[in-house]
């Protein structure tokens, strides 16, 4: 609950713990068991930052979130319960939500660029080992020297085909290329193809300024991001979480501690970004995570 400038987030008879908007940018973690409210801990808490005016990006796993775009309605346990806890001022509100959809169904649909979303996030997506994401930097770095655009999974594709047959002019200014790597990597595309990670990857392109948007009555947007079907994907899940992660990090200015956050991003069922990923990928998400309090984003 947003109250005097801050958000209220327990309350006993005699204690009240808040959360001070301009310490918000540092980062939190909810915990518990199963059926312990960390969802609706998570939910309440995105309410209470959209009052204070901040935007706010979550992932909505179980499709209990859109709830929170209607007003509640009373109930004789919710009242009991403001009423033990004297917290006045208390009022059942809706929220500006705007709802995104990697697949489109859902909400609006999110597309990138190959190009956009680079190498390193991409062979997360693909599950490859080190040695094929290094040739895939390669076709990357073949991509960028010679000016051509990679939009979709089809222009990667045949970039990857070319690439494999013309390996030997290649070798010395990049590096090796095996046709064995090129032939897995083409095959974990298609794999990606057919969970429908190909609708994500075209023009136009999200504009990441899309999150940061605030209501004509100063409620910052809550962003929720379909996930029922996204979920079921963990590897997809994850990298496409980091990539929106490290996109606001690339492209926001740097701003130091302000008054309030820009924006606060809700990780849910976090465990899943760090699982099985190899070391050298963790030290970089472990870096984002680190300096992007520095542009102003809470997660």
């Given amino acids: 609950m947003y109250i005097n400038n801050k958000i209220l987030i327990g309350k006993s008879e005699d204690k009240e713990l808040a959360i001070l908007l301009n310490k918000a940018n540092r980062h939190g973690l909810i915990t518990g068991a199963s059926g312990s409210g960390k969802t609706i801990t998570s939910k309440v808490m995105a309410e209470s930052f959209s009052d204070a005016g901040i935007p706010v990006f979550m992932a909505d796993v179980k499709g209990d979130m859109a709830g929170t775009a209607l007003q509640g309605e009373s109930n004789e346990n919710v009242d009991s319960r403001v009423q033990k806890l004297g917290l006045e001022g208390f009022e059942y509100k809706a929220f500006p939500v705007k709802f995104w959809d990697i697949f489109g169904n859902y909400g609006h649909p999110v597309r990138t660029s190959i190009d956009s979303v680079g190498p390193e996030i991409l062979s997360m997506m693909l599950g490859l080992s080190e040695a094929q994401e290094g040739v895939l930097t390669v076709v990357f770095k073949i991509a960028q020297d010679n000016g051509w655009k990679l939009d979709d999974v089809k222009d990667l594709r045949l970039l990857l085909q070319y690439v494999g047959d013309n390996r030997e002019k290649f070798t010395t200014a990049y590096g090796n290329v095996t046709t064995q790597s090129v032939g897995v990597i083409q095959r974990c595309l298609l794999a990606l193809e057919n969970q429908g990670a190909d609708k994500f990857f075209g ?35 994850a990298s496409f979480l980091l990539w929106i ?22 990780f849910d069922e976090a465990h899943l970004l760090f699982n099985g990923m190899a070391p050298y990928r963790l030290k970089r998400i472990v870096q984002v995570v680190r300096l992007i309090r520095s542009r102003g984003i809470g997660l």
């Avoid at 740097?254 to 820009?262: A, I, Q, R, S, T």
């Fill in 245 to 266: 992660l490290t996109s606001l990090y690339t492209k926001m200015p740097e701003v130091g501690d302000l008054d309030k956050p820009k924006m606060v991003f809700f």
């Fill in 203 to 237: 023009q136009p392109e999200l504009d990441i300024n899309d999150f940061l948007s605030v209501d004509a009555n100063g409620k910052g947007t809550i962003n929720i991001l379909h996930a029922v079907e996204l979920f079921e994907s963990p590897d997809l899940f």
